[in-house]
């Protein structure tokens, strides 16, 4: 967890105009760090937050974001992305990137592959709906705290 620590360290630095943070479950595949613009930049509507996961199974990484609402001061209406990010959402994303190959040595998973049906149980999810990346990062990408 020492390297997950630094990483989370220089993502905070790399990124000062937004809140970072963690977010996980023992349950999951992965761990994942999350980017999202502060409040007063975020939009009245639909908000985008970058997800960075790296997966403790195998060496690869995915970035994606859960698309959300604002609404009366609190982000609600979680909905996961694998969607380019909006331009606002872009650069984050990159940097969420760059600092995972760089720290962990990781590579990108493409989303053709992360979509890949897997005949596994993971979470809640049936092996009918279980995808590689539900076992490799997590089984539910829309929760966020």
Not at 74 to 82: D, G, I, K, Y
Not at 105 to 124: C, D, H, K, M, Q
Not at 126 to 143: G, K, M, N
Request: charge should be neutral.
């Amino acid at each position: 967890m020492s390297s997950w620590k630094a990483f989370r360290i220089e993502l905070r630095s790399a990124l000062p105009n937004f809140i970072t943070g963690d977010t996980g479950s023992t349950g999951d595949g992965g761990l994942r760090c999350m980017v999202y613009p502060l409040k007063e930049s975020r939009a009245p509507s639909s908000n985008w937050i970058v997800l960075g996961c790296v997966s403790i199974l195998a060496p690869v990484y995915f970035v994606y974001g859960v698309e959300c609402d604002y609404i009366n001061g609190r982000l609600q209406n979680h909905r996961a992305s694998f969607e380019q990010p909006p331009l606002n959402m872009a650069f984050p994303a990159q940097v969420v990137a760059r600092k995972i190959e760089t720290t962990f040595g990781f590579s990108a998973i493409p989303r053709e592959i992360a979509e890949t049906p897997v005949p596994l149980f993971v979470g809640w999810r049936e092996p009918s709906e279980a995808t590689l990346f539900h076992a490799l990062f997590t089984s539910d990408p829309s929760i966020i705290p």
